[in-house]
C-alpha cells in the first residue's frame, strides 16, 4: 500500500468516527431534554351542572304531641304509662293525690295517734278516759270525712299516641301545671330546622332535599320541605322550617340528629375542572395550567365560582376544548414543554 492510499483510508476512518460521534450526542441530547421534560396529567375541561348547598343540622320531633300536667300541686300517686307505651286518648293515666289533701289526712292521722297514746296512759272508767274515748272516735270520723270529701285528682290521656317522655315518676313530688309525660303522634314526625335568613329564597315548600340521619350515616334519604314558618326570628335572624321524610322504612324517633344540604344556587351548562387543578399566585390570582397539542403547558389566569366536592365551576379563563393539568402542576413554570402520562379521558360528569 503506497503513502497516498494509506493517508486517504485513514481520513475516511476519522471522518466516519466523527460522525459516529457526533450522532451518539445528539442523541444523549434528545434523551437528556426528554427526561428534564415534567411528567404530567391532564383532563379536558367538562361541561356540567354545580350547585352550592347550605348545610344544616335539624332534630326530628312530632308535629302532634301533648304534654300532659299536673292540674295541682300534690304528689303523684299512681302513674299508668311508661316510654314507648301506647296512650290512648279519654283514659286515666296519672293519679295526683293534692297536697290540700295530704295535708289534712296526716293531721287527723297524727291527732288520733295522740289520742291513743293518752288513752293507754289514762285509768280505765275515769272521765279523762271517757271524754278521751268520745275525742278519738270524732278524730276517726273527721279522718273518714276527710277522705271522702277531698279526693284523689285523676288525669286524663288528651290524645292517643306514644309516650315519648315521662318526667316523674310515682311519688314524686309536682306542681300545678308541671309536666308529668308526654304523648307523641309517631305518624307526624318531621325535621325541624332553621337557617339563616340569607338562603330564605332557597327554602320553598314542596322542594326536595337530601338527608342523612346521625342514626344511619351511611344512607343518604330524600325528604321534602313540608312548611316554612311565615316569621324570621330577630334575635337569631333564621327562618324555620320541616322536612318530611319521603318514603324512609327507617325507624325514627324524637330527638334524632338529621343533617339537610339545601341547594342554594345552581347553574346549568358550566364549565367545571377539578379543584385541586387550581393553584393561587401570592397576589391571590387563581391560575391553571393549560396544555396544546404539542404539549407546552402555559399558565392562564381564571375566575372561579361555585364549588361541590371535588369540582370548582371556571367563569372565565378557559374554553370547553382546552387540557388543563390536574397533577404535577406544582412544578410547572408557564411556557414549558411537558411529558404527559395516559391520555387525557373526559371525566365521568
Request: positive net charge; contains cysteine.
Amino acid at each position: 500500500m503506497n503513502t497516498t492510499v494509506k493517508y486517504t483510508t485513514m481520513a475516511a476512518l476519522m471522518i466516519i468516527l466523527v460522525m459516529q460521534s457526533c450522532h451518539r450526542g445528539e442523541n444523549t441530547t434528545v434523551q437528556t431534554v426528554a427526561k428534564n421534560m415534567p411528567l404530567v396529567k391532564v383532563q379536558p375541561v367538562v361541561i356540567t351542572r354545580m350547585a352550592s348547598f347550605a348545610e344544616i343540622s335539624g332534630t326530628i320531633q312530632a308535629n302532634i304531641f301533648s304534654d300532659i300536667k299536673s292540674p295541682a300541686d300534690g304528689t303523684i300517686e299512681k302513674l299508668y304509662a311508661r316510654e314507648n307505651q301506647m296512650a290512648v286518648k279519654d283514659k286515666l293515666i296519672a293519679v295526683i293525690n293534692p297536697n290540700d289533701r295530704v295535708s289534712l289526712i296526716a293531721n287527723n292521722q297524727m291527732q288520733i295517734q295522740q289520742l291513743e297514746q293518752k288513752l293507754k296512759a289514762s285509768g280505765i272508767n275515769s272521765e279523762e278516759y271517757n271524754a278521751l274515748e268520745k275525742e278519738l272516735e270524732k278524730a276517726k270520723n273527721d279522718l273518714e270525712y276527710a277522705k271522702k270529701m277531698y279526693q284523689t285528682i285523676p288525669v286524663i290521656c288528651s290524645m292517643n299516641g306514644i309516650v315519648t317522655h315521662r318526667w316523674l315518676d310515682e311519688g314524686s313530688q309536682v306542681g300545678a301545671k308541671e309536666k308529668i309525660i308526654t304523648v307523641s303522634d309517631m305518624n307526624s314526625l318531621v325535621i325541624k330546622a332553621e337557617v339563616n335568613e340569607k338562603y330564605f329564597s332557597s327554602i320553598t315548600q314542596g322542594k326536595k332535599i337530601p338527608v342523612i340521619l346521625d342514626a344511619f350515616p351511611g344512607d343518604t334519604l330524600s325528604g321534602v320541605i313540608s312548611l316554612v314558618y311565615p316569621e324570621i326570628s330577630a334575635d337569631t335572624r333564621t327562618v324555620k322550617f320541616d322536612v318530611k321524610l319521603i318514603n324512609s322504612s327507617k325507624k325514627l324517633l324524637p330527638g334524632m340528629m338529621a343533617q339537610l344540604r339545601i341547594p342554594t344556587d345552581i347553574h346549568e351548562k358550566t364549565i367545571a375542572i377539578p379543584a385541586d387543578a387550581v393553584l393561587t399566585n401570592p397576589s391571590n390570582q387563581r391560575f391553571v395550567f393549560v396544555v396544546n397539542k404539542d404539549s407546552m403547558a402555559f399558565r392562564r389566569v381564571v375566575k372561579t365560582g361555585l364549588s361541590a366536592k371535588t369540582q370548582i365551576e371556571i367563569l372565565s379563563g378557559l374554553t370547553n376544548d382546552e387540557n388543563v393539568v390536574v397533577m404535577g402542576q406544582e412544578m410547572l413554570k408557564d411556557s414549558i414543554r411537558v411529558k404527559i402520562a395516559g391520555n387525557p379521558k373526559k371525566p365521568a360528569k
